[in-house]
């Protein structure tokens, strides 16, 4: 007991401070071991009366080291007083990093971060990038800014990305309520007139060999803005061109099977299959559509070429005003390989993505092929493109001046069937949506020998 008049010492008083909070901007993170440029989390934290800045933040552990520990983790300050956290991995594979804030008082709190990281890449580490959101990126647009609009084979939803950086969507737009449907279109490719994209789903079967009449959609949207102040609007729809080009080819002597290969039971991704992954518009036109057929290669032979079909008014066939009408069709030879994208340049050149026409592991071959877009002129070889790494190569961003030594081209994967992680997860089947990624890369054309086209 104290003697009268005296008073307790001040650090015995009790501290009335309020407890501080810690949030993070996001529970869930990937990143990939030698990334440059990996995504981070803003880690909002704050304490009655006490600026944010004089509270401290530190990991207080890992739930697996060999993936990140404490000393992997950088916490940088940001303007506001809180802090973003980035995690450089060493190994890929899963875990939880427990975060603490120490306030005044020494009270605490802590918040808990779900991190997975996949594996180094074995090409062009400087340049990759990694979109996450989705993992089945499945075709691209360039709206100039430095972005790009990207749509995935699993959902109706466009994502805009900025090409130069790592992490989430920029914006999003769900499209299936304005095209009256639940399931996915199978969006497999896009071309751009214009402020009007034109996108199309893949025509063919599901993968066992069901009817889906969603796949067989052809739609348009508006872009307004550029960058990242783009906006789309959705425009119109039509869901009749895969009965159109069965029964052109059926009025032709079933040249190209394709009543077979839209048949009951039958996979699109087969030799003799039916699989559209290529749209683009012909040398000067904007009413000349380009169909690239993944399947069937004609003949539907190994070593067969790969198949265009125009459609030479698909402006009025989405818009409902007239029935489509064929072109002569286009039979190239790509090696053996069948078109994965299409894109051309305001200068009328091509690039070609070329890839298997099998629903395989993506290792097989992967080329990009340069084209004038006529039909007589045979398409040159610009790159070989690497397989080792997780993901098929799937869409062609924009296309540079192929005039230019030393040109380069980003690339998009569609990354839903990789093991991203180790774990015998497909990507598209992860729990959490910042954990489906794909990867973008640049890539330096080849020299054509004897000179440009």
């Known amino acids: 007991m104290l003697a009268a008049g005296l008073t307790a010492p001040a650090h015995a008083a009790q501290d009335t401070a309020a407890e501080p909070t810690i949030a993070l901007s996001a529970g869930y993170l990937s990143g990939a071991v030698g990334a440059i440029g990996d995504p981070g989390v803003t880690v909002d934290i704050a304490q009655e009366g006490i600026p944010a800045a004089f509270l401290r933040v530190e990991v207080l552990s890992s739930s697996n080291p060999a993936v990140a520990g404490p000393g992997d983790v950088r916490i940088g300050r940001t303007g506001h007083g809180d802090r973003e956290l980035t995690v450089s991995p060493r190994a890929r594979g899963y875990t939880d990093l427990t975060l603490r804030v120490t306030g005044r008082g020494g009270k605490t709190a802590t918040a808990t971060l779900s991190y997975v990281a996949s594996a180094r890449v074995g090409t062009g580490a400087f340049s990759t990038r990694y979109l996450t959101g989705s993992a089945d990126s499945s075709a691209a647009v360039d709206v100039g800014g430095g972005h790009a609009l990207v749509a995935d084979d699993e959902t109706n ?34 071309a751009r007139v214009g402020d009007t994209v034109y996108w199309t ?17 052809v739609f348009t949207t508006r872009l307004t803005g550029t960058g990242a102040d783009t906006q789309i609007v959705f425009g119109s729809a039509y869901k009749g061109l895969r009965e159109d080009l069965v029964a052109w080819d059926t009025a032709n002597g079933n040249r190209y099977g394709f009543a077979a290969g839209t048949a009951a039971g039958r996979i699109p991704k087969s030799i003799d299959g039916f699989n559209v992954e290529g749209l683009e518009f012909a040398p000067g036109s904007t009413t000349t559509a380009y169909l690239g057929f993944r399947a ?27 029935k489509p009408v064929f072109g002569e069709p286009i039979e190239m030879d790509l090696g053996g390989l069948a078109i994965r994208d299409i894109r051309k340049n305001a200068a009328g050149q091509y ?8 629903a395989d592991d993506n290792s097989d071959p992967y080329a990009l092929y340069q084209w004038d877009g006529v039909a007589a002129h045979a398409p040159v070889k610009r790159a070989d493109l690497p397989t080792t790494d997780p993901g098929g190569w799937e869409a062609v ?23 991203l992680y180790g774990d015998g997860t497909e990507a598209k089947d992860l729990d959490h949506p910042e954990w489906k990624k794909s990867r973008s890369g640049w890539f330096t054309l080849s020299p054509i020998r004897g000179g440009h086209r």
């Open 157 to 190: 939803v466009l994502r805009l990305y900025d090409r130069s950086r790592s992490g989430a969507p920029v914006k999003t737009w769900d499209l299936g309520p304005a095209l009256g449907i639940k399931k996915e279109a199978d969006i497999e490719a896009a």
């Open 201 to 217: 789903g893949s025509l063919g079967n599901n993968k066992d060999g069901k009817y889906k009449a969603e796949r067989n959609t």
């Open 296 to 322: 069937p290669l004609a003949p539907a032979v190994p070593g067969g070429r790969a198949l265009v079909v125009p459609v030479t008014n698909i402006d009025q066939v989405v818009a409902g005003a007239a």
């Open 351 to 358: 690039l070609v993505l070329a890839g298997s026409w099998a």
């Open 397 to 419: 961003v924009s296309v540079p001046d192929l005039r230019v030594p030393g040109a380069r081209v980003q690339l998009i994967t569609d990354s839903g069937s990789a093991d």
